[in-house]
Structure formats: structure tokens, C-alpha cells
């Protein structure tokens, strides 16, 4: 049996002009391009392992070339084109891997990396889809604390972000863990801070808390040096407009605001929050 989508070990069974034809045995056999072989020497009776696609003419192709994922993996591909009918990606080979509309979770952009799950269509052509989770291993030998790398790949509430440890383990990030805007295919670093029963691991992105207050005051002295010593921002602004504009919560913005003040570096009104005289001075200096 030779499996479309998949590494098989074959047995080079006799060799033409343009290829080689390799067997599994049973009567199967399948044409290995001597386009793709480039340097490698190949011989009549050698087993080879190759992988097994369908070319553009729908053809079951052979090559040794490595793919970027296979039927039964997931991995994360760059989206090259989008049409009314789905979207391609790049999966390392000379055709793209086709994501139909319907296992399109989200919208695909392309130039953007998003998490995908390879499958045989009923044509046995290898398509992909956003739907992973279900494809996602519970578990991983995590810590906590231990910093990991995540992929986005779809909500799991209102706020909470789900989320593939390594490409590989599942996570999530509850709303209250996270202060910036996370889209599907995003990549970045979280720090593990819980681990549920079931198994799943908890995530956050913010900093421990005295890392965290050091970032925000950055943040607002380098706001108020770029705007002439003033913001619209004291302890009385919204959450969401804090969040937005400083990618942290209330909390942590109020108590950098109260530490600025006792420095004496800034101090409040009701329009907003302002340079002392002295810090003022020294941007004109």
C-alpha cells in the first residue's frame, strides 16, 4: 500500500528516462520525478523513503523532498493565497496545501502563519484546517513559571485565548492574563502558571509584579517625554483605555503612577498627569 500524504518506504523497482518507478511490493507503484533527485544516486533495487503527494495534474507524485507537515500533523504555514473557494499555504513543496472555506475557523490573511491539522479530502488530495484543537495533546512536561513559546489558535470565551504550547501541548490564557491584543497565528512568549487538573496549562503574559511595574513606568515616562511632559491618563481613566493605550491593567497603572508621584516625577489633576516642574526642565535642557 502506498499512502498519499505520508513518508512511505518503497523498493526502486525499475528506472526510465524521466524517473524511477518504485514498488511496495504488492503490485503498487509510483513515479519518483529524476527532476527532484538531484545529486543522489539511485539504484534499481534500493529502498528509498519518499513522500507521496498529488501533483497538479491530480497525479500521486513522489519525492525526497521533506514537506512541512503531513497527513496527521499539525504544523504552522504561511498562507500564500486566499480565493472564494479557500486558501493555500506553503507547505514545502512545489503545491501549496488547501484549506477549503468551510475548515476555516477564522479568516486567513495572507502572509500571516496560522497552526494547521493536514487530512486526506475525499480525493484523497491533502487539505488542512484552523479546526486543531481536537488535535492538540493534553499535557507536556511543564513548571510552573517556566517560560514557553505559544501559537494562537481560536477563543475559548469572550477573552480567554487558546493557545498551542511548542506548536504541539494544549494552553490557554484567561482575559485577565493577557493586556494586549492576541489574533489567531500569533506567536509569542507566556509564562506557565497553572496546571489544571484535566490537565491543560494555565498561561499568563504578564510580568511578575515588580518586572511589570518596572515596564509600566517606562511606558509612561517615555508617553509624557514624547508628548511635552502631559497625558490625558491619571488614576481615574477607564480599564480598557489603559489597556489599550499601556497594555496593562488599572491596578498595576495606579500603583506606577502612586510610585512616580512619591519620586516626585509627575503628579495628577483632573485633566490627567503631568512632569513635575523639575522633570519638566530637564526636557528643555
Do not use: C, W
Amino acid at each position: 500500500m502506498i499512502y498519499i500524504g505520508e513518508y512511505n518506504k518503497l523498493t526502486v523497482d525499475r528506472e526510465l528516462d524521466f524517473g524511477f518507478y518504485l514498488t511496495d511490493g504488492d503490485g503498487n507503484d509510483i513515479l519518483l520525478p529524476k527532476a527532484v533527485i538531484g545529486d543522489r544516486v539511485i539504484n534499481v533495487e534500493d529502498e528509498v523513503e519518499i513522500f507521496v503527494y498529488k501533483d497538479s495534474k491530480d497525479r500521486p507524485i513522489a519525492t525526497l523532498n521533506r514537506p512541512l507537515i503531513s497527513v496527521g500533523e499539525l504544523a504552522y504555514l504561511a498562507v500564500v493565497g486566499v480565493n472564494s473557494f479557500g486558501a493555500f499555504a506553503n507547505m514545502g513543496l512545489d503545491r501549496d496545501i488547501f484549506i477549503p472555506i468551510k475548515e476555516q475557523k477564522f479568516s486567513l490573511i495572507v502572509g500571516k502563519k496560522y497552526l494547521f491539522y493536514a487530512y486526506l479530502d475525499k480525493t484523497d488530495r491533502i487539505a488542512a484546517t484552523t479546526f486543531v484543537d481536537t488535535h492538540i495533546e493534553i499535557g507536556g512536561d511543564y513548571e510552573m513559571e517556566e517560560e514557553v513559546e505559544v501559537i494562537t489558535y481560536g477563543k475559548g470565551g469572550e477573552k480567554t485565548i487558546r493557545v498551542a504550547i511548542d506548536g504541539k501541548y494544549r494552553g490557554i490564557v484567561l482575559g485577565n492574563e493577557h493586556f494586549r491584543d492576541i489574533y489567531p497565528g500569533d506567536k509569542f512568549m507566556a509564562t506557565v502558571n497553572k496546571i489544571y487538573e484535566d490537565g491543560v496549562i494555565g498561561l499568563t503574559t504578564r510580568k511578575k509584579r515588580l518586572d511589570e511595574r518596572e515596564i509600566v513606568r517606562d511606558q509612561i515616562i517615555n508617553y509624557l517625554n514624547e508628548h511635552e511632559g502631559t497625558m490625558p491618563f491619571n488614576d481615574k481613566t477607564s480599564p480598557d483605555l489603559i489597556k489599550e493605550t499601556f497594555h496593562t491593567s488599572k491596578n498595576y497603572f495606579k500603583m506606577t503612577l502612586g510610585g512616580l508621584m512619591k519620586e516626585g516625577i509627575i503628579e495628577q489633576n483632573a485633566e490627567g498627569t503631568k512632569l513635575t516642574e523639575v522633570e519638566q526642565s530637564k526636557l528643555t535642557e
